[in-house]
């Protein structure tokens, strides 16, 4: 079974406008990580955003701000006032706690979002 | 400060040829991972490094192999190289184990004839 699930492959969103980028993932460890990454078509991965499964609110950066819903196994991205600068693939990755025996960041497949002008 | 640099960015080589691709971390960043990207496959985890010790290995074959220096710099190889090894190769660096924060060097996109 997949660990991380993102089941856009590709969204459009009007510049200046909020979008919402899906991520589920599963896991049975109590403790681990969820992180989004921007990579531009240049390949390098950004870090954006973190939340611990034991935080008890939703982490936000600026712009970003990460839907945590624990209970559905769920970690939306959310972007509001969407930039041309937007424009790129997005990844969502789970790092299990040390029970996994790893600290392996595991990847979704990936949304690519494409901003409109 | 300076962030996570990969050398080289591109890289050709040939079927059965041998590559080294070089990660330098963020200054005091002592964990680095190592990531291969394909179309296919998507992100893939090839290994961790902590204090000179890989922790883990993702499932590759022993062509792969890698190696963490006292400065936290890391190295990684790829002997006898095939077409499939054609990926872009990304370092991760992490102050620490688990640690929240994992930044990612630009990448050494390799290329196999």
């Known amino acids: 079974a997949q660990k991380i699930t993102q089941t856009q492959p590709g969204m459009f969103v009007q510049e200046k406008e909020a979008v919402t980028l899906d991520c589920t993932y599963d896991t049975s460890d109590p403790s681990y990580g969820l992180f989004w990454y921007k990579q531009p078509s240049s390949g390098e991965m950004i870090f954006l955003i973190y939340?611990?499964?034991?935080?008890?609110q939703n982490a936000t950066e600026g712009r970003y701000s990460l839907n945590f819903q624990k209970a559905r196994k769920s970690a939306n991205l959310v972007i509001s006032a969407s930039q041309l600068g937007d424009s790129a693939m997005y990844f969502c990755?789970?790092?299990?706690?040390?029970?996994?025996?790893?600290?392996?960041?595991?990847f979704g497949k990936g949304t690519k979002l494409s901003v409109i002008p | 400060k300076a962030g996570v640099t990969q050398t080289p960015r591109y890289l050709i080589k040939t079927r059965g040829q041998q590559v080294t691709l070089s990660c330098s971390p963020i200054?005091?960043?002592?964990?680095v991972s190592w990531y291969q990207q394909t179309p296919g496959q998507g992100l893939q985890f090839l290994f961790e490094?902590?204090?000179?010790?890989?922790?883990n290995k993702g499932n590759f074959p022993g062509r792969f192999s890698g190696r963490q220096f006292s400065n936290s710099r890391s190295e990684m190889n790829v002997s006898t190289l095939e077409l499939g090894d054609s990926a872009l190769y990304l370092c991760?660096?992490?102050?620490?184990?688990?640690?929240?924060?994992?930044?990612f060097g630009p990448g050494t996109r390799l290329t196999v004839l």
């Open positions: 990755a789970m790092r299990e706690g040390p029970g996994a025996g790893s600290y392996q960041l595991t």
């Open positions: 200054s005091g960043h002592r964990s």
């Open positions: 939340q611990g499964s034991y935080d008890q």
């Open positions: 991760a660096s992490s102050a620490r184990r688990g640690y929240n924060e994992q930044f």
């Open positions: 490094y902590f204090s000179e010790t890989q922790r």
